[in-house]
């Protein structure tokens, strides 16, 4: 299983947010950092064929996505930043509505459903309101339905954003049991997270790939003479040493 983007570009207007971009992914945790306009977002949605590229090429498993439309969207789950969850709904009602969105019908979209709430430990409260539920509880409500289908490559945009420490642990530990045998592409700023989880990390910058590799190359990377601190360096240090931010 392979996810290349190839020579990816994007503007708006006369900002160039990606620019002659490529990447190669195999199953495992990808965890992307940059700042704010580093194109992270941007690179998800052409993955998800949310906004139209403007050259370049985005080919799964040998086969150009846009060729494949509803059969690549088959394999794709995406979590968004954003917490877009009718809070009036219960969680059962909402995946529901999400399944039927991405097409499931009858038996097949009732056995997602149970099979989804049951991964991401929400079966006991599935007939309870999303409105009052906790943060960790609402983020894994939008893991499960990202989860439908059983898909080959995930998208996660900020999972832990907003969480108090021990539930943000409990989401990427989640996550990382949910890697096994799945193309999965971490955007977060919490580098912590990343740095826990991820097989490899992709540094980003003003729309370009500075590096890509494991964590603990990206951190043997940074030279002796760069000291800032007195201890041990770590993925925060690879993000100030190669971003400059």
């Given at each position: 299983?392979?996810?290349?983007?190839?020579?990816?570009?994007?503007?708006?207007?006369?900002?160039t947010?990606?620019?002659?971009f490529?990447?190669?992914?195999?199953?495992?945790?990808?965890?992307?950092?940059?700042?704010?306009?580093?194109?992270?977002?941007?690179?998800?949605?052409?993955i998800?064929?949310?906004?139209?590229?403007?050259?370049?090429?985005?080919?799964?498993?040998?086969?150009?996505?846009?060729?494949?439309?509803?059969?690549?969207?088959?394999v794709?789950?995406?979590?968004?930043?954003?917490?877009?969850?009718?809070?009036?709904?219960?969680?059962?009602?909402?995946?529901?509505?999400?399944?039927?969105?991405?097409?499931?019908?009858?038996?097949?979209?009732?056995?997602?459903?149970?099979?989804?709430?049951?991964?991401?430990?929400?079966?006991?409260?599935?007939?309870?309101?999303?409105?009052?539920?906790?943060?960790?509880?609402?983020?894994?409500?939008?893991?499960?339905?990202?989860?439908l289908?059983?898909?080959?490559?995930?998208?996660?945009?900020?999972?832990?954003?907003?969480?108090?420490?021990?539930?943000?642990?409990?989401?990427?530990?989640?996550?990382?049991?949910?890697?096994?045998?799945?193309?999965?592409?971490?955007?977060?700023?919490?580098?912590?997270?990343?740095?826990?989880?991820?097989?490899?990390?992709?540094?980003m910058?003003?729309?370009?790939?500075?590096?890509?590799?494991?964590?603990?190359?990206?951190?043997?990377?940074?030279?002796?003479?760069?000291?800032?601190?007195?201890?041990?360096?770590?993925?925060?240090?690879?993000?100030?040493?190669?971003?400059?931010?």
């Amino acid at each position: 299983m392979e996810l290349e983007l190839k020579n990816l570009t994007k503007t708006y207007g006369k900002l160039t947010a990606l620019n002659n971009f490529s990447a190669v992914f195999t199953p495992g945790i990808y965890g992307i950092l940059g700042a704010n306009g580093a194109g992270k977002s941007t690179m998800m949605n052409l993955i998800t064929d949310n906004i139209k590229r403007d050259s370049g090429s985005i080919i799964f498993d040998g086969e150009e996505i846009l060729q494949m439309g509803d059969r690549f969207r088959s394999v794709l789950g995406y979590m968004p930043q954003q917490q877009g969850i009718y809070e009036h709904m219960t969680a059962e009602s909402f995946v529901t509505y999400i399944g039927r969105l991405k097409g499931l019908r009858g038996k097949a979209l009732s056995s997602e459903v149970n099979s989804v709430l049951e991964l991401t430990n929400l079966d006991n409260v599935r007939h309870k309101k999303v409105g009052g539920f906790s943060g960790g509880m609402k983020q894994r409500v939008l893991l499960a339905q990202a989860l439908l289908g059983d898909p080959k490559v995930l998208i996660l945009d900020e999972p832990t954003a907003g969480l108090d420490p021990r539930e943000r642990v409990r989401i990427r530990n989640f996550i990382k049991e949910l890697a096994k045998n799945r193309i999965v592409l971490l955007a977060t700023h919490i580098v912590s997270d990343i740095e826990s989880i991820a097989d490899e990390v992709l540094l980003m910058k003003k729309g370009q790939l500075l590096r890509m590799d494991p964590p603990a190359e990206l951190i043997a990377a940074i030279p002796d003479t760069w000291t800032p601190v007195a201890f041990r360096l770590n993925l925060e240090d690879v993000y100030l040493y190669f971003l400059g931010e």
